[in-house]
């Protein structure tokens, strides 16, 4: 089935200094990668809609100077959360759906990225 | 607006039978998802329906009525390891997931 590796699983970084995230479609390509952030029980919140070759596509209310997200090749996408504060303190997920399965196979997630930021 | 509504937290019993509902307002509908995420863990993918019915993954069996806006998820013979939460997903008409607040199910032995 389709895999995605997200790293790193888990970082503490210093208030005001930036984080890189990265997420990795391993057996297919994706042009299209998802980028949610999940606080402390609550849902999944949709952050943007990362696309291959041109720029993310911002849900309201989400910064897009702040939260910045490349995705260069077909599987690769990194989201990039600059000047971090505490309040940026959330676990990360990546997800994207191998196009060539039906949408019945659903979307595969990363594992996650657990960002404190002290 | 899109509004995707499951109850926030079930308890159930080891080997008992617990049904999570989830009802939905979406513009468009590309089917509908069932996601189980443990604490501190990505979610993973259990079931999609798109037609009205029910579909049996062993233990686990997904209903959808859409012309009631409705969905059940039923565990069957509930283990421990079940303990997690589940989330209700919509695919919209521009094929976007509309995510429910997910429900915590607690079972105990």
């Known amino acids: 089935g389709a895999v995605v590796s997200q790293h790193p699983s888990w970082v503490i970084c210093k208030s005001g200094t930036s984080v890189k995230i990265e997420c990795r479609s391993l057996d297919f390509q994706a042009t299209t990668m998802f980028w949610y952030r999940q606080f402390p029980k609550q849902s999944l919140m949709l952050m943007a809609t990362s696309n291959e070759g041109s720029k993310a596509t911002y849900e309201q209310g989400v910064e897009k100077d702040k939260f910045l997200i490349n995705h260069a090749s077909l599987t690769l996408s990194t989201l990039t959360v600059t000047s971090a504060h505490p309040e940026d303190s959330s676990f990360y997920i990546c997800s994207a759906r191998d196009p060539g399965q039906g949408v019945s196979e659903g979307y595969t997630f990363g594992s996650g990225t657990r960002l404190t930021v002290v | ?109």
């Open chain 2, 1 to 109: 607006g899109q509004n995707i509504d499951q109850p926030t937290e079930m308890t159930a019993t080891e080997g008992a039978i617990v049904q999570i509902n989830c009802t939905y307002q979406t513009s468009g509908f590309n089917g509908l998802f069932w996601y189980q995420q443990h604490a501190g863990e990505a979610p993973t993918f259990l079931s999609y329906n798109v037609l009205d019915g029910l579909e049996e993954k062993g233990r686990f069996s997904s209903f959808l009525s859409r012309s009631k806006g409705y969905s059940y998820l039923l565990l069957k013979e509930l283990q421990m390891k079940d303990s997690a939460s589940y989330l209700c997903a919509v695919m919209d008409s521009n094929y976007q997931l509309i995510w429910g607040a997910g429900t915590k199910l607690i079972i105990k032995p």
